[in-house]
């Protein structure tokens, strides 16, 4: 596997821009958040912020988001080529091509590094692929003391986590029946991926922790998760470097 990831590392050279180096944010943490769809991660991600708010605008930690799925539904909605390009995928259950994708990352981390790079980054949707770990591995966006969390659950769980957010969005119920079938094909595009994924996950400097996303992402998930995080969060404190007008979340 080893060698499979420098493989990839290397065919990957091309690909990366050099507008940073590790070095220039070595003390920013990356925090990854990896499951099938519809596991809850989006939910998580929002209780996680509630727990740092108050930090946050006290100046004491900055945290940065990068969501993709967010950054994908906004560029569908607002770049006509885009949508073009890859709406048809997307709503399909496919995922946007490895390059593209890794283009998309980094524009999202040019954006937070121009105020300064945040103390933490969680990430969720980036590294779903073998070529986007191995050039994450080699840009140094997966270093010694950064997580990821594998979060794992069964298609029933997911399943009920989909159809409870569809019935509560607008005509929840024709969408439920529009987009079924993508679902159930991204959660067996995860089951298919994720083996190899964790191995190489393994092969990095990172620290990979296995999540039963079957339990309830409020009262199972989120405290376990909340106590790997807080050494890291304790740890980054810096009243001196940011001062409570200046915290955001990037």
Not at 59 to 80: M, Q
Not at 196 to 211: G, P, S
Request: charged share 25%; proline share 6%.
């Amino acid at each position: 596997m080893t060698k499979l990831v420098s493989v990839l590392c290397a065919a990957l050279a091309p690909l990366a821009s050099k507008l940073f180096s590790r070095e220039k944010y070595r003390e920013t943490r990356f925090v990854y958040f990896i499951g099938p769809t519809c596991v809850g991660k989006g939910y998580l991600m929002k209780l996680l912020l509630s727990w740092l708010r108050v930090m946050i605008n006290r100046g004491l930690v900055r945290v940065g988001i990068v969501s993709f799925g967010d950054i994908v539904k906004d560029l569908l909605e607002s770049d006509p080529e885009f949508n073009r390009a890859y709406g048809p995928m997307v709503r399909a259950g496919d995922l946007i091509p490895d390059p593209e994708a890794i283009i998309l990352f980094e524009r999202k981390i040019d954006e937070m590094a121009k105020n300064g790079m945040p103390n933490m980054v969680l990430v969720d949707g980036f590294c779903r692929s073998p070529n986007q770990i191995a050039f994450a591995a080699r840009e140094g966006y997966l270093a010694e003391g950064d997580k990821v969390f594998m979060i794992e659950a069964s298609e029933s769980t997911c399943l009920a986590r989909f159809m409870h957010r569809c019935e509560n969005k607008p005509n929840g119920k024709n969408r439920i029946d529009a987009e079924l079938p993508t679902f159930h094909k991204r959660f067996r595009l995860h089951q298919n991926t994720a083996p190899q994924l964790r191995e190489m996950f393994k092969e990095t400097a990172c620290d990979v922790i296995e999540v039963d996303g079957d339990e309830s992402i409020a009262e199972g998930i989120f405290p376990k998760i909340q106590a790997c995080l807080e050494p890291d969060v304790d740890a980054s404190f810096d009243t001196e470097r940011y001062a409570p007008e200046q915290a955001a979340v990037a």
